[in-house]
């Protein structure tokens, strides 16, 4: 997006770079990457980014508001309600299209919220690695209010292990080693110096649970929430001794209510111009004729499952609980970065933590998705190139 920087870098690149580059990252946790990793990052202009930045805190600023918690009070599917919810999410995360607007110009669409963890610690790792392997351009920046690597790390450590002993911090997902983000939870434990287990590994006594290390119950004092809700419903066969809705003697970061509260279900809330018009299908007396141009959304689901992108005519008709599904009107991103072939086009997350003793959320760092097909998944972008996982790199003072 930044012109010089472009032709700069595809002009330096080399296939047999990208794939040493590719290499070190997965030797820096001994773990072999299973999602693709792009070829490029992306240089983004000062201009954009202040418009990104202004637009995320026009939205988060309504997260503290007595409105908002009226309006998300429902958003927790009946039983599923986890106690000693934090006031403020210690883990926000906003996503981003890069669009072009009616004035030619680029601007943000919101796409997602989340509040819940995301890949704080393997984006660290990918800055290093593209720091070490590419050409960047003098003062390119990933971080924002954190000044260097040291700085950013002790962040990330103040927010999930807090004054606790690493030993008394845990992340918990389900099966941690088979999970396609395993390389954050490693590159988790290269920073922080907390382990990954999985749920079912957990012992509870009373309100406090323990987790076996070297011959030892080791008591645990916070939880680096991984586990995904839709993913452990459908996961019968896992089996663990304590339930999400126990009043436990443990910290959540962050607490598994604001993975309700953050979601698709939000998305109706919001009336600004950074958000594609969406409402509850339920909300609906009439469908939109054009409903060619709308996307359906289950609110619960994870990394696009369940996205219907191609509505049929009469299909939301047949959909027997439409309180449980957004009707979101399509967002058309702009294929803006330059590759050797086609060009590609790019979502920006944005990562926060948030203190509970802060009027509003630190932003920390930034993970960008490259896509050459109709969505961002994997689905869509088989046997294409310089797409996937990536990061953005600015030039703006904090």
Not at 294 to 305: I, R, T
Request: with cysteine; hydrophobic share 35%.
């Amino acid at each position: 997006m930044i012109k010089e920087f472009r032709q700069n870098y595809n002009s330096q690149f080399n296939e047999d770079t990208y794939r040493q580059f590719v290499k070190y990252l997965d030797g820096l946790c001994g773990h072999k990457i299973e999602f693709r990793i792009a070829e490029t990052p992306i240089f983004v202009p000062d201009h954009l980014f202040n418009e990104i930045i202004q637009a995320s805190e026009e939205l988060t600023s309504v997260i503290p508001t007595k409105e908002f918690r009226e309006f998300t009070k429902n958003a927790i599917p009946p039983g599923l309600e986890s106690p000693n919810e934090e006031a403020l999410p210690s883990l926000l995360s906003l996503d981003f299209a890069i669009c072009r607007g009616e004035d030619g110009n680029l601007h943000p669409q919101l796409i997602e919220l989340q509040g819940f963890a995301s890949l704080y610690c393997y984006q660290e790792l990918l800055n290093e690695a593209m720091r070490k392997h590419f050409w960047l351009p003098d003062g390119a920046k990933s971080y924002f209010y954190a000044k260097d690597h040291e700085e950013y790390v002790a962040t990330v450590r103040k927010t999930i292990v807090g004054d606790s002993d690493p030993e008394n911090v845990v992340l918990v997902d389900i099966e941690p080693e088979k999970q396609k983000t395993y390389i954050d939870f490693l590159a988790t434990e290269k920073y922080l110096g907390i382990k990954s287990i999985c749920l079912s590994d957990i012992i509870k006594r009373g309100r406090k649970l323990y987790y076996n290390y070297g011959g030892r119950e080791i008591p645990i004092d916070r939880i680096y929430n991984r586990v995904i809700n839709d993913e452990l419903e459908r996961r019968k066969d896992i089996k663990y001794n304590f339930s999400f809705q126990d009043d436990l003697d443990v910290k959540w970061i962050a607490h598994p209510n604001w993975f309700y509260r953050l979601s698709k279900y939000t998305m109706p809330y919001f009336k600004s111009k950074y958000v594609p018009e969406t409402k509850f299908l339920s909300e609906f007396d009439k469908f939109p004729e054009d409903i060619e141009n709308y996307v359906l959304k289950p609110l619960f689901s994870f990394a696009g499952v369940g996205v219907k992108f191609d509505i049929e005519k009469g299909f939301l008709e047949t959909i027997k609980d439409p309180e449980n599904y957004i009707l979101q009107r399509k967002v058309v991103y702009e294929p803006v970065i330059e590759t050797p072939d086609s060009p590609a086009k790019a979502e920006l997350r944005l990562l926060y933590v948030w203190d509970e003793k802060d009027e509003k959320p630190l932003l920390l760092n930034n993970l960008v998705r490259l896509s050459k097909g109709k969505m961002m998944g994997v689905d869509f972008n088989k046997d294409k190139t310089w797409v996937g996982s990536s990061i953005a790199y600015h030039s703006r003072s904090f």
